[in-house]
């Protein structure tokens, strides 16, 4: 694999406030990012995507950012709530769907 | 949405047993499945790429005749542990994806839970 499983960083947030969890990616090559959650006991869910083509894209309260020149991801929560608590990977890949890597992850704890 | 399925979502097997995990897209086909491994508060490691109709590509370092995997219809994939030992518990989920005319998500199973005793 092209990313390496590490214990998981963290990141405590309080309740209502913005979150930026980051990733770095490992291959230039790759086009295409997901954003994933999962959450305890369960398989990831997706968040949001991006291309290679673009350098940001807005969902509902989520926002990814993309920077190529450092290989460089991240996803901003907006109002973070106690059910945003999970881990959150990127994951990516070239030639859009095939196989993905994931990063290291980062678990997310959202203080009431 | 589209859903993948998984089963079961908890095995206990003994050492030396073989166990064999499912994983099928409900609503959808899916020539392309891959197959994940996640050890606690790690990241999701992938194993093999399994293509319908053809011989699974494993990824570097892990065993094909440890894991074997078929995917012997577009919508079913399935892994099989052979002689299971204590270090093969692990969370295991698959992913399916859609096929490229329709669009190019990934989607994930629920994952399920092999322990080996």
């Known amino acids: 694999g092209e990313s390496v499983g590490l214990h998981l960083p963290t990141l405590s947030v309080q309740e209502g406030d913005n979150s930026i969890i980051n990733c770095a990616y490992s291959?230039?090559?790759?086009?295409?990012f997901i954003w994933y959650k999962q959450e305890s006991g369960k398989g990831p869910q997706f968040i949001i995507d991006?291309?290679?083509?673009?350098d940001k894209r807005q969902g509902q309260r989520v926002t990814v950012l993309l920077n190529k020149t450092v290989k460089h991801l991240s996803l901003q929560i907006a109002a973070t709530q106690p059910g945003d608590s999970a881990v959150y990977f990127c994951?990516?890949?070239?030639?859009?769907?095939?196989?993905?890597?994931f990063g290291t992850g980062t678990s997310l704890t959202v203080i009431p | 949405g589209a859903v993948v399925s998984q089963h079961p979502s908890r095995v206990i097997c003994k050492s030396g047993t073989s166990v064999k995990i499912e994983c099928r897209s409900l609503?959808?086909?899916?020539?392309?499945m891959f197959w994940y491994r996640q050890f606690p508060k790690q990241s999701l490691m992938l194993m093999a790429t399994?293509?319908?109709?053809?011989?699974?590509?494993?990824e570097q370092g892990v065993e094909k005749d440890k894991f074997l995997i078929n995917h012997a219809s577009l919508t079913l994939s399935t892994l099989t542990v052979t002689s299971a030992h204590p270090e093969d518990s692990s969370f295991y989920i698959c992913?399916?994806?859609?096929?490229?005319?329709?669009?190019?998500?990934?989607?994930f199973g629920e994952g399920s839970w092999l322990t080996v005793v």
């Open positions: 992913s399916a994806r859609i096929d490229a005319s329709s669009g190019n998500t990934i989607y």
């Open positions: 291959n230039s090559a790759s086009d295409y």
């Open positions: 991006i291309r290679s083509n673009m």
């Open positions: 994951a990516e890949t070239q030639n859009t769907g095939n196989q993905f890597y």
């Open positions: 609503d959808f086909q899916a020539t392309t």
């Open positions: 399994s293509n319908e109709g053809s011989k699974a590509t494993y």
